[in-house]
């Protein structure tokens, strides 16, 4: 049975409202041209602070195809996305930040991809990042090629969560209830056929980047920690190497007492303590990192909880199969 909705776009805001209107302008307007049935753009405030949910709010009653949800805090861009996923009800879903970095005006060429190779997620491939730092584009090049290295499945370098996927891969990823999510791990590790589209990512509209550096370290360690145990077997290596180098260094001790010899050196002693005190509590905190992740999955709270919902009169209820409705 085809689906009465063909598409389906889910556009994550936190404290956007500089640049909503645009994007709804601008997503509007290419999903018009491209898409044959109906569609629906689904807006999902993160708990902003500023007037995006009055504008979405008001978006939605313009456009029958514009739906809102506002979300009762800030749970980050990851658990906003996921609430979207969990609402759409397209046969396909197109998933893009409300910023306007990455260009909707993509979709036509993205569907026609979808199409002739029979692939369930097209996904895009920056080229170039305008208007970041040398930092930020040096550092995010690392992280993606550091991650494809020691993930237990391949993960795509310079890709972030836009993209567009089959409803299979929405359904297989609302089955995936883990409380650390990086969503575009998450695509890469259910397999199916993915493939590229390049592209230059442009500078925001308008605004001001909600990923500070301490986001972008959080991030980094939710990416590391759920697709990769190397970092536990990188703490067992420390601890195997220097338990033979302190073995060596009390064969040593024990020859140099035999043989009369004293042994001298209380500098590099104190040296060899916080050498060891260091690593041992780099192996603590990497242990702690996992064991925290654990404690935080057996609480088995909801991703999510919604506040408010805003839709035309012609939208269908929706269930929350992740979430929770306040």
């Not at 609302?174 to 993915?194: A, D, H, K, N």
């Not at 145990?229 to 060596?248: D, E, M, N, Y």
């Not at 104190?270 to 064991?291: D, P, R, S, T």
């Amino acid at each position: 049975m085809p689906r009465s909705i063909s598409l389906s776009v889910i556009i994550p805001c936190f404290n956007e409202s500089q640049v909503t209107r645009e994007t709804h302008r601008r997503v509007a307007a290419v999903c018009r041209d491209c898409v044959e049935n109906a569609f629906e753009i689904l807006f999902i405030d993160d708990g902003s602070g500023d007037d995006t949910w009055a504008i979405i709010a008001d978006l939605s009653r313009r456009d029958p195809t514009v739906s809102g949800v506002r979300l009762a805090r800030n749970f980050g861009h990851q658990f906003a996305l996921t609430a979207g996923l969990d609402l759409c009800t397209g046969e396909n879903v197109l998933v893009i930040d409300a910023d306007l970095q990455d260009p909707p005006e993509l979709l036509p060429e993205m569907l026609r991809l979808m199409a002739d190779s029979g692939a369930d997620v097209v996904y895009g491939k920056r080229r170039r990042r305008d208007d970041e730092s040398r930092f930020k584009r040096t550092t995010a090049a690392l992280f993606y090629r550091l991650l494809n290295r020691i993930a237990e499945v391949h993960m795509p370098v310079d890709a972030g969560d836009f993209r567009l996927m089959s409803h299979r891969v929405v359904e297989q990823l609302r089955r995936m209830p883990e409380q650390q999510r990086y969503i575009r791990g998450m695509v890469s590790w259910l397999g199916f056929r993915q493939i590229p589209i390049e592209y230059d990512r442009q500078g925001r509209f308008a605004g001001s980047t909600k990923y500070p550096l301490r986001k972008m370290i959080r991030f980094a360690l939710d990416g590391f920690t759920s697709f990769s145990i190397v970092p536990l077997r990188f703490a067992s290596t420390l601890g195997i190497t220097f338990g033979v180098l302190g073995l060596a260094g009390l064969a040593y001790a024990l020859g140099s007492w035999w043989l009369g010899t004293v042994v001298s050196g209380w500098t590099s002693i104190i040296l060899a303590i916080l050498l060891l005190g260091g690593v041992q509590l780099l192996v603590v905190g990497i242990l702690g990192e996992y064991i925290g992740r654990i404690y935080l999955e057996s609480k088995r709270r909801p991703l999510y909880v919604i506040e408010q919902t805003t839709r035309s009169t012609h939208a269908t209820d929706r269930d929350v199969p992740g979430g929770s409705a306040a």
